[in-house]
């Protein structure tokens, strides 16, 4: 069974930084890219980032290019976004997800979710 | 302002057919498949439909769907009480390069 597992949420202040983890079990971890989706309160649904399974493909929303870093440790089945300069646009649930395929692009998407992490930013 | 455009809400009677229309363009649904998923309250999102019309081990064939050039719909057939969810579409966008979404559309089955 594929279990996604996300942590390292929390409250933080506008400014400062967080990284959020994801566990994954159930599946060959380094035979597909991975992502994170984030649902602002009331909100739908915005891709993040997301990684190649071997990390040679990174791609990162507008909204975070340049504060926010994905990356991935294959030997430990686990995937990070390190979240810097945090906004209050950024208060979300960031939700893991797999991929159904290797390269993180084109005709795949997302088909096992994690329950997601609670990020809160605020003063 | 979501890049794929869904209407905000549907609604049906159960046992009634509903279907949820997503628009978008070149970049993205006309040139890539579209993916479904399903998100019952306070829950995560769940695949519904891949590559375009194809259903996960799992999903009802109640539920279905199709793609014509920039846009794509969802329909669901024999609406039951617990098919009321928010869903989204999503498809890779070339000019973005970036996953994209709709802003999802919520079902009330009445």
């Known amino acids: 069974e594929v279990q996604l597992v996300e942590s390292g949420g929390g409250l933080v202040q506008p400014g400062r930084s967080l990284r959020l983890s994801c566990a994954a079990s159930?599946?060959?971890?380094?035979?597909?890219?991975m992502h994170w989706v984030r649902q602002a309160p009331g909100k739908g649904l915005e891709w993040v980032s997301g990684i190649s399974w071997n990390s040679g493909n990174i791609g990162y929303a507008d909204s975070v290019k340049g504060r926010f870093t994905i990356s991935r440790d294959n030997a430990k089945n686990s995937l990070y976004l390190q979240m810097n300069s945090l906004r209050a646009e950024d208060m979300a649930l960031y939700y893991c997800a797999k991929d159904s395929g290797p390269f993180g692009y084109g005709d795949y998407g997302f088909d096992y979710w994690g329950q997601g992490s609670l990020v809160t930013v605020s003063s | 302002q979501s890049v794929l455009t869904q209407p905000p809400s549907a609604s049906g009677t159960p046992g009634q057919r509903v279907t949820i229309s997503c628009y978008g363009s070149g970049s993205n649904i006309g040139s890539f498949t579209v993916n479904w998923y399903q998100q019952l309250p306070g829950t995560a999102p769940k695949l519904l439909i891949y590559?375009?019309?194809q259903r996960p081990s799992g999903v009802p064939d109640r539920f279905s769907g199709s793609k014509s050039d920039t846009s794509a719909s969802l329909a669901i057939s024999g609406l039951q009480s617990e098919d009321e969810a928010d869903y989204y579409c999503?498809?890779?966008?070339?000019?973005?390069?970036?996953?994209?979404f709709g802003g999802g559309t919520k079902l009330t089955v009445l």
């Open positions: 590559s375009n019309n």
């Open positions: 159930g599946f060959t971890f380094d035979d597909y890219a």
């Open positions: 999503a498809a890779w966008d070339d000019s973005l390069s970036g996953w994209v």
